[in-house]
Nanobody, 115 residues
Framework: QVQLVESGGGLVQAGGSLNLSCFAS????????MAWYRQAPGKQREFVAR???????IYADSVKGRFTVSSDNAKSTMYLQMNNLKPEDTAVYYC?????????WGQGTQVTVSS
């Protein structure tokens, strides 16, 4: 079955960096788009970034220029390099497989940015 496992979250000071990973299994990783979402306390889950199967990337305006999404097909893993982090980036970050089907989410990884 489809499984998505995020890792790499943590506590970092404003201006710092983190690199999140999402390991995927149960489908052909190289044939599918992958995406990152996040959910802050008391807010709805929001789109962060997406990488299409061909490598094209899309970003939310709030992270453009600071975050970079990438993938390694040989490792079935998607990454999110987050630089110049801000307190408003604090959230649980989720991995998603939008072209595999509806409702495939990882368990999330907490990112906390202190000011």
């Amino acid at each position: 079955q489809v499984q998505l496992v995020e890792s790499g979250g943590g506590l970092v000071q404003a201006g710092g960096s983190l690199n999140l990973s999402c390991f995927a299994s149960g489908f052909v990783f190289s044939n599918n788009d992958m995406a990152w979402y996040r959910q802050a306390p008391g807010k709805q889950r929001e789109f962060v970034a997406r990488i299409r199967s061909g490598g094209y990337t899309i970003y939310a305006d709030s992270v453009k220029g600071r975050f970079t999404v990438s993938s390694d097909n040989a490792k079935s893993t998607m990454y999110l390099q987050m630089n110049n982090l801000k307190p408003e980036d604090t959230a649980v970050y989720y991995c998603n497989a939008p072209t595999v089907g509806v409702g495939y989410w990882g368990q999330g990884t907490q990112v906390t940015v202190s000011s």
